[in-house]
């Protein structure tokens, strides 16, 4: 049976259209049965609908707490009977209570080789602290920001000359690869979060290593 998943956006959703478009091949593991939004006008749900798929919108300002908006979110989830959400480009905080509810079936990805450059504008964070590699971490979402179990990462070399916005360019190439490669994995049941931390089937994609500068 394959898994059935929610997707949660706030802006154009190009995470939630790389994993829908995985997602349409039969002996992909998951299914795509709602795109949820925060923000009503958010590009993401248009991409969203132009796929057949369900959407719903739930404005966080119509809530007077971040647990009533997560509560909104849940009963939207349950009622469809949702197995694992992918967060992608969701832009609120959600309440410990609905994390550590979620823990082990909730991902989330991220624009920097985690544990380094969390929160905000890690490509930023990544180029001032002069790093020569950068990438992209796809990991279960738990109540402390960006401290999750790493579910798999992409790796992404940094180039002279870089800026916040090419560097952050080339890392979203590898998040669309990444992503629907970590969900199938989870879905699959080949990545299992035990003891706080993610255990795969077997070594996958050890041997391909970056070097940068080029070795």
């Known amino acids: 049976m394959r898994k059935r998943v ?3 956006i706030s802006g154009r959703g190009s995470n939630m259209m790389a994993l829908a478009e995985a ?23 248009d991409h969203a609908r ?3 798929l369900k959407t719903v919108s739930i404005d966080h300002k119509a809530y007077a707490t971040r647990e009533a908006f997560d509560a909104a979110i849940e009963a939207v989830l349950l009622g469809e009977g949702v197995e694992l959400v992918a967060q992608a480009g969701f832009m609120r905080i959600q309440s410990v209570a609905f994390a550590t509810r979620w823990l082990g079936r909730q991902l989330n990805i991220h624009p920097s080789l985690l ?3 969390k929160g905000l504008h890690p490509q930023k964070q990544a ?5 020569r590699i950068s990438g992209c971490t796809v990991h279960f979402v738990s109540p402390e920001l960006d401290s999750g179990p790493i579910i798999a990462q992409a790796a992404v070399p940094v180039h002279v000359g870089d800026t916040p ?11 669309h690869r990444l992503y629907p490669f970590a969900l199938q994995l989870v879905a699959s049941g080949a990545a299992r ?6 255990e795969l089937q077997s070594m996958l994609n050890q041997r391909d290593f970056l070097f940068s500068p080029k070795a």
């Open 115 to 117: 544990p380094s450059f």
């Open 23 to 45: 997602a349409r091949a039969p002996d992909y593991p998951a299914q795509i049965v709602a795109v949820l939004s925060n923000r009503p006008a958010a590009p993401g749900l």
């Open 193 to 198: 979060l035990e003891g706080g931390r993610v």
């Open 165 to 175: 916005e090419t560097l952050a360019e080339r890392i979203l190439e590898a998040e």
């Open 6 to 8: 929610a997707i949660l």
């Open 127 to 131: 180029l001032e602290a002069g790093v």
């Open 50 to 52: 132009s796929l057949g």
